[in-house]
T-cell receptor, first 113, second 112 residues
């Protein structure tokens, strides 16, 4: 059963530190999405890639967040510097397009102290 | 852009009863509407989806209906079981923005 793999599953760090989250999409999927989930805001789309090219990052705070896809098997989301308000669960999902089924990873639960 | 509203925010039913969750969307060009189930501490999982050229779709105890004129779609769960307890999210694909926009979720509690 193919699955999206995210690492780490949990991350606790102090504000100001750099945080890197990684995602391995399902083999063959050409679209990768990064979502943030909080109680207050629900599921928010931060950025997504198709065929490794960034298509939309309008949901991401540009000054501190960056998303990349160095190859077809790895997507990264970085926060530098991190702030307490960044505490959330970050999900990666992959699929064939925005209007096709998206398969979510288990998420990274991030706590910024 | 697309806006998706979901009701109710919480729903409690007795085991064996039916549950209905409703969503409305704003973008008349939207053409794809998935539903996700998220158990506590777990990832969202796709349970059913529907496209705008179909009015209803069923999968065992789960069904989704779509009314394009009124711009709303609903999830129906029949013969509910305790394992159906979870948060359910609807979503709509906004063609203009090329994004999937999620509703705010419905916490379903099935009482044994």
């Amino acid at each position: 059963d193919a699955r999206v793999t995210q690492t780490p599953r949990h991350k606790v760090t102090e504000m100001g530190q750099e945080v890197t989250m990684r995602c391995q999409p399902i083999l063959g999927h050409n679209t990768v999405f990064w979502y943030r989930q909080t109680m207050m805001q629900g599921l928010e789309l931060l950025a997504y890639f198709r065929n490794r090219a960034p298509l939309d990052d309008s949901g991401m705070p540009k000054d501190r967040f960056s998303a990349e896809m160095p190859d077809a098997t790895l997507a990264t989301l970085k926060i530098q510097p991190s702030e307490p308000r960044d505490s959330a669960v970050y999900f990666c999902a992959s699929g064939w397009d925005s209007n096709q089924p998206q398969h979510f990873g288990d998420g990274t639960r991030l706590s910024i102290l | 852009g697309e806006n998706v509203e979901q009701h109710p925010s919480t729903l409690s039913v007795q085991e064996g009863d039916s549950a209905v969750i409703k969503c409305t969307y704003s973008d008349s060009a939207s053409n794809y509407f998935p539903w996700y189930k998220q158990e506590l501490g777990k990832r969202p999982q796709l349970i059913i989806d529907i496209r705008s050229n179909v009015g209803e779709k069923k999968d065992q105890r789960i069904a989704v209906t779509l009314n394009k004129t009124a711009k709303h779609f609903s999830l129906h769960i029949t013969e509910t079981q305790p394992e159906d307890s979870a948060v359910y999210f609807c979503a709509g694909y906004g063609g203009a923005t090329n994004k999937l926009i999620f509703g705010t979720g419905t916490l379903l509690a099935v009482q044994p």
